[in-house]
């Protein structure tokens, strides 16, 4: 077997550019703690994402439907992350 070349496009931008969030007034170590679990759901996502992507490119299929519901699963964890985040940042006025 070749090795695995994937071919990647242009990269595109979104609308919304890389700035700096707003202050808030609350440096609280829970919040901190739910925005890293929601970037770590994220670049989960992210890694996952990549591997179907290579999968399909080696025409494994099956492994890429596995993947994929991996997906859907972390999709979910990050979905929780960012609503517990909300609520605390309601909840605490962070």
Same mark, same amino acid.
């Given at each position: 077997?070749?090795?695995?070349?994937?071919?990647?496009?242009?990269?595109?931008?979104?609308?919304?550019?890389?700035?700096?969030?707003?202050?808030?007034?609350?440096?609280?170590?829970?919040?901190? *703690?739910?925005?890293? +679990?929601?970037? !770590?759901?994220?670049? %989960?996502?992210?890694? &996952?994402?990549?591997?179907?992507?290579?999968?399909?490119?080696?025409?494994?299929?099956?492994?890429?439907?596995?993947?994929?519901? *991996?997906?859907?699963? +972390?999709?979910? !964890?990050?979905?929780? %992350?960012?609503?517990? &985040?909300?609520?605390?940042?309601?909840?605490?006025?962070?």
């Amino acid at each position: 077997m070749g090795n695995l070349v994937v071919e990647r496009g242009p990269v595109h931008q979104t609308s919304i550019k890389n700035k700096p969030m707003p202050e808030r007034s609350c440096p609280c170590l829970r919040q901190q *703690e739910l925005i890293d +679990e929601v970037q !770590r759901h994220l670049i %989960g996502i992210s890694e &996952l994402t990549r591997s179907i992507a290579e999968a399909l490119a080696n025409g494994n299929e099956i492994l890429a439907a596995e993947l994929d519901k *991996e997906v859907d699963l +972390e999709l979910g !964890r990050k979905e929780r %992350g960012v609503g517990a &985040l909300r609520q605390h940042r309601k909840d605490h006025g962070c």
